[in-house]
């Protein structure tokens, strides 16, 4: 029964997240064509936050999915490097290749949790679900007394994440790569 459970939850994330991302540039620079970002974005998503899911670090709410990595938890770097380089058209890899090096030199070393993906279903946006899954994972980084760090994809969602405490590190900007705004919220001992 719990494998059931499991596989229905990491089912239902990854369709909220698709859903949630399908108009967001910065991901959708790298699928642009509608086929290709359906076929490759669940693994994508899976290459960089799957991970969360062996940890039970998926929170997923009437339309909204986020996936979290505690401190510890790293992202396979070899493992996306190599999906990337399998789905990512040809003439984009160049650019994306400087725009991950960027975007990799700004990921704290020190112990952290990381959140990878977000997201809310366009249809349920607007009603706080962001927020409140938000709220969610940082209340655990709270417990842990752990900073906690992500890579916001526009500057809507920099604004969300700065009401709950998250500042931006500066901003990844390499030709053809998307604006990414790296952002660190220090430890408190209290969710906000």
Do not use: K
Request: a negative charge.
């Amino acid at each position: 029964m719990l494998d059931l459970i499991s596989s229905r939850v990491h089912a239902d994330a990854l369709d909220i997240l698709v859903a949630a991302f399908e108009d967001d540039h910065a991901v959708r620079c790298l699928y642009p064509d509608p086929d290709a970002y359906r076929a490759h974005f669940p693994g994508f998503a899976l290459a960089l936050g799957g991970r969360a899911f062996d940890g039970g670090l998926v929170d997923v709410d009437d339309g909204g999915a986020a996936l979290w990595l505690a401190s510890g938890q790293e992202v396979d770097g070899a493992a996306l490097g190599a999906y990337l380089e399998a789905t990512v058209p040809a003439e984009r890899r160049e650019a994306l290749a400087a725009g991950m090096e960027l975007q990799g030199s700004f990921h704290p070393e020190e112990p952290h949790w990381y959140l990878p993906w977000i997201g809310v279903r366009p249809e349920a946006q607007g009603r706080g679900l962001g927020a409140a899954l938000l709220r969610r994972g940082l209340a655990r980084a709270d417990r842990d007394g752990l900073p906690a760090y992500l890579e916001a994809t526009n500057r809507r969602n920099a604004a969300l994440y700065a009401r709950h405490g998250f500042e931006a590190l500066g901003t990844v900007e390499a030709p053809g790569y998307p604006e990414i705004i790296p952002m660190w919220r220090p430890a408190t001992g209290t969710s906000n």
